[in-house]
């Protein structure tokens, strides 16, 4: 099982997961879009995609619908720019309120401003320190199906995946869980019961 959660799958990994189908070995790729490696490599991907002993997992978009991204999208951009947009109209078209126009736009201007210095200085940041968490948590869902006894190693490409690998290992103590990619398959189990 390799596991990652860029949004460009690198070619170090998508050379990899080739390598591993070539030498026979049973793959489950666990990654956030099929566009991950589709946008970097179409190619490759068009050979892959449907290759028999590959497994995809992905979250097809469900990390964006996570309540703490909707809340900070709903919070902090569109409420405010929804009721300034409102504003910023009923100043232009009500006659009392033309001179409040100008102070308006600035606002809603202003909001803007603010609105994406606050999502990329202190979500983006702060959202760093919970992603590995909330990625393992989606992917834990996504991979509830899978027959772990199948799988023998766990492999974690970046990061933000080594969350997840550790909370496998630690849940099936059979598993292997690493960050090398590791071409020495020669130990590795190449049949799957498809059972």
């Known amino acids: ?19 591993l189908l070539n030498e026979g070995v049973w793959v489950d790729l666990v990654f956030l879009d099929t ?11 068009a050979e892959v995609r449907d290759h028999p002993r590959l497994t995809l ?13 909707r809340v900070e999208r709903v919070l902090v ?14 100043t232009s078209q009500v006659k009392p309120l033309r001179p409040l126009h ?7 201007s202003g909001h803007r401003r603010v609105a994406g210095a606050f999502h990329t200085r202190i979500y983006i940041r702060a959202y760093r320190l919970v992603r590995p968490t909330v990625l393992a948590k ?3 869902q996504r991979l509830a199906g899978v027959d772990m006894s199948t ?31 590791d071409l020495n398959v020669s130990s590795w189990r190449r049949d799957r019961d498809p059972a």
Do not use: C
């Not at 100008?102 to 809603?108: D, Q, S, V």
């Open 102 to 108: 100008t102070p308006a736009k600035a606002l809603e």
């Open 77 to 90: 951009h569109k409420v405010p720019r929804a009721v300034l947009r409102r504003t910023t109209r009923l």
């Open 35 to 45: 566009g991950a490696w589709e946008l970097s490599d179409a190619e490759s991907w």
């Open 57 to 69: 997992h992905t979250l097809d978009g469900a990390e964006q619908r996570h309540p703490l991204r």
């Open 151 to 181: 799988v023998d190693r766990v492999v974690t490409a970046d990061v933000y995946a080594v969350t997840l690998g550790w909370q496998l290992a630690r849940r099936y103590p059979h598993l292997v869980a690493t960050t090398a990619l």
């Open 1 to 19: 099982m390799i596991v990652s959660t860029v949004y460009r799958l690198n070619a170090r990994v998508r050379n990899y997961v080739r390598r």
């Open 138 to 140: 989606l992917f834990r």
